[in-house]
């Protein structure tokens, strides 16, 4: 396990460690350490291995429903997995904002959430998958990466061919129950990385000189500031801005995630929770001077926004694909990206340099 991450900083971590300026501030103050321990401790423990832990449980519930599914082919069997599938987005939502870490190695980061799918590789691959299909487990080890996560498994679930998965005589639902298990699997491993003596939970809560991932707790609470500030920049430069297209008549609805499903505003809509929920519990305001405090409340007011933006559109009753083209909700969504990229420049600007750390670029800079 260790050589597996001394793998990560090679390709995730060491290039983020090049662009920190980081104030050693921690070592002259045990106060400030302590609590820079108490946050990582909350992001960690609070939140990751729970949003992991229950990701598993979703994926595997997704799974046993899919096998009773194909079991008898009823129609309310594909209500229920419908149902689990709702349950395992949402699941990915609350983790989506963990962009370091074992979900960095062996492109499980594409693999369970291929996105953008700009050429339709998704519907593509996953059709040959049912070509090819031979009555047994897929081992997807020299499969596309389309055809192996939660956006494959929407394709068969919600699209033209979804009626084909009551069909004993179609390959649908034998597809189905390898990509669940694939999606669980990958879960299950990134779970098991994150938690043992020797995990990425204890690189994370163990910085100091023989760390060759963090050297201090400041690198560790860089890669936090900056894996939360990125999600935000991808929701409103790439998942809202893509498929808004600048106006009603442009837009393209289907280059959103889960638009199949009609599941991206709720999927979006707990991934902002996730993050003003962690970023309640983790007090980041005490790593900051009593004059910078307000960054904090000014960072919840944003996500407030936000998310406010959301329970007035689930109000209308509307699907995502008809929102996009209609002015008034081509309006809200166009809106909306304001106080996601406030939120954004809060925590990778002004807070993070408040709390004596510069998160450096991300993966997103110069897209």
Same mark, same amino acid.
């Given at each position: $396990? ?65 096998? $009773? ?39 499980? $980061? ?177 790593? $900051? ?79």
């Amino acid at each position: $396990m260790v050589t597996l991450y001394k793998q990560i900083s090679k390709f995730v971590v060491a290039p983020v460690l090049l662009g920190f300026l980081l104030v050693p501030v921690s070592i002259a103050d045990p106060g400030r350490a302590e609590q820079q321990k108490i946050v990582i401790n909350a992001y960690v423990d609070g939140y990751v291995l729970p949003a992991y832990q229950s990701f598993v449980e979703e994926t595997k519930q997704l799974t046993k429903k899919l096998k $009773m599914l194909c079991e008898d082919r009823q129609e309310e069997r594909l209500v229920d997995v419908q149902m689990a599938f709702t349950s395992s987005v949402l699941g990915w939502s609350r983790v989506l904002p963990v962009r370091f870490g074992p979900i960095r190695l062996h492109n499980r $980061m594409e693999r369970v959430f291929f996105w953008p799918d700009t050429k339709s590789r998704v519907s593509k691959h996953t059709s040959r998958l049912l070509q090819e299909f031979e009555g047994k487990d897929i081992d997807f080890t020299h499969r596309s990466i389309a055809a192996q996560g939660l956006p494959a498994l929407e394709y068969l679930l919600y699209s033209s061919i979804s009626r084909n998965l009551l069909d004993a005589e179609k390959p649908n639902c034998g597809v189905a129950v390898s990509i669940s298990k694939n999606i669980y699997r990958i879960a299950t491993d990134i779970l098991a990385e994150w938690n043992g003596d020797d995990g990425y939970r204890a690189v994370v809560l163990s910085p100091g000189p023989e760390n060759q991932t963090y050297r201090t707790a400041d690198e560790a609470l860089a890669e936090i500031l900056k894996s939360t500030s990125e999600i935000l920049q991808l929701i409103a430069s790439s998942m809202l801005n893509s498929s808004l297209q600048g106006s009603p008549d442009d837009a393209k609805a289907k280059r959103a995630p889960f638009w199949r499903s009609d599941l991206t505003l709720q999927s979006l809509q707990v991934t902002l929770g996730t993050v003003k929920t962690f970023v309640l519990e983790a007090h980041f305001s005490s790593l $900051m001077k009593k004059e910078d405090q307000g960054l904090g409340k000014n960072l919840i007011f944003e996500l407030d926004q936000a998310l406010g933006v959301f329970s007035d559109i689930h109000l209308k009753n509307t699907s995502w694909v008809e929102l996009v083209k209609t002015p008034e909700g081509h309006a809200q969504l166009t809106y909306l990206t304001n106080p996601v990229l406030g939120a954004h420049n809060l925590l990778a600007e002004e807070i993070s340099q408040a709390m004596g750390i510069n998160v450096g670029f991300n993966s997103l800079d110069g897209d």
